[in-house]
């Protein structure tokens, strides 16, 4: 059974100050997503949703604005820099890209051999030098690391309050718009984004329950939630590559567990539906991480007795290779003949 919303508890990484700053920076870099209902995906899951469509970030994801605020703050600390390195699934390495470009320096981003092309290509198209390493973002990640110490290169982190900062902008955003939100669904990779979420949330007072959704099959923070500690799980294979993290952030995971109600578990074909239920509800592309809120309101609603309450879905990107994409669509024409 889920557990009841932690009461805030001041132990966010970052507050409202920082939040503030965050948004400052960014203004007249970034516009406001916006924040959406479409009549059809409520009649879908029987709630009054609200979507936040980070998908329409310049990069298609809400690390965008987590890249722009870390880069622009490393470089006024930090002038010597000259290049960053980083490992990533795709998102994060198209953040870190454009947002080092921005501030004039170098990016080398390091991905693991299965990861979608399309994004890769993203990544060069930004400037930054690709470099394929590895079966999973582990083994990329720790190539990245290799590769500072042998070039020079700042190491950008996954996970950093910097990057929490820059993202809870977008919570922000939604809070501000919607604070009577019964609850708010959020895809978790290596954390900032939901880290995000609770900051701001707790910046503006709210009550706001907060769900963390993961992948059944690479369920690392779901097991780390019931632990209490981090406990890394051995598979990394989901279509959801967003979420496809095995070892959690151990400080992620302490801000989580103060701040979070609970993290959900939804599978591939769930997944794969949403998707394909967000092209047809409300005409807009997700990848797999951006329609796991989506899946996880869909079988959890009932349980978690969201049924015809106001929540807010966090579609983090809409990055999706063809093949993929291709697939929901099939699954949600399959559907509707069936």
């Not at 916006?34 to 690390?63: I, M, S, Y």
Request: glycine fraction near 10%; include cysteine; hydrophobic fraction near 45%.
């Amino acid at each position: 059974m889920p557990r009841q919303a932690p009461e805030p508890d001041g132990r966010a990484l970052v507050g409202r100050a920082e939040l503030e700053a965050a948004r400052a920076l960014l203004d007249g870099l970034l516009s406001p997503t916006p924040q959406t209902r479409w009549p059809l995906l409520d009649e879908a899951t029987g709630c009054e949703v609200l979507v936040k469509h980070e998908n329409h970030n310049p990069t298609g994801a809400f690390k965008v604005r987590g890249g722009l605020v870390y880069m622009t703050r490393l470089k006024a600390e930090r002038p010597d820099v000259s290049g960053v390195v980083c490992a990533t699934r795709g998102n994060h390495g198209q953040s870190v890209a454009l947002a080092a470009a921005r501030v004039g320096l170098t990016a080398t981003i390091v991905v693991p051999g299965c990861n979608n092309p399309e994004k890769n290509a993203a990544m060069r198209a930004y400037g930054a030098e690709v470099i394929v390493h590895g079966s999973d973002f582990v083994e990329a990640s720790d190539h990245a690391k290799a590769l500072a110490a042998e070039r020079g290169l700042h190491p950008v982190p996954s996970f950093h309050p910097w990057l929490v900062a820059g993202v809870g902008i977008y919570a922000l955003e939604l809070f501000t718009a919607a604070p009577d939100l019964e609850a708010v669904f959020v895809p978790i990779g290596m954390g900032s984004g939901i880290c995000g979420v609770v900051a701001a949330r707790d910046a503006l007072g709210l009550r706001t329950k907060v769900y963390g959704v993961v992948s059944e099959t690479v369920d690392a923070y779901r097991r780390s939630f019931l632990a209490g500690a981090p406990v890394p799980c051995d598979c990394a294979d989901t279509l959801a590559d967003g979420i496809a993290v095995r070892v959690p952030n151990p400080t992620a995971l302490e801000a989580i567990l103060a701040g979070v109600a609970d993290v959900l578990t939804v599978s591939d074909a769930e997944i794969l539906a949403a998707m394909g239920r967000y092209f047809t509800t409300a005409h807009t592309i997700a990848e797999g991480a951006g329609a796991a809120p989506l899946a996880g309101l869909m079988r959890y609603r009932d349980a978690l007795g969201l049924t015809g309450r106001r929540v807010g879905l966090i579609l983090s990107g809409g990055n999706p290779d063809r093949a993929l994409y291709a697939r929901a669509l099939a699954t949600m024409e399959q559907g509707d003949h069936d």
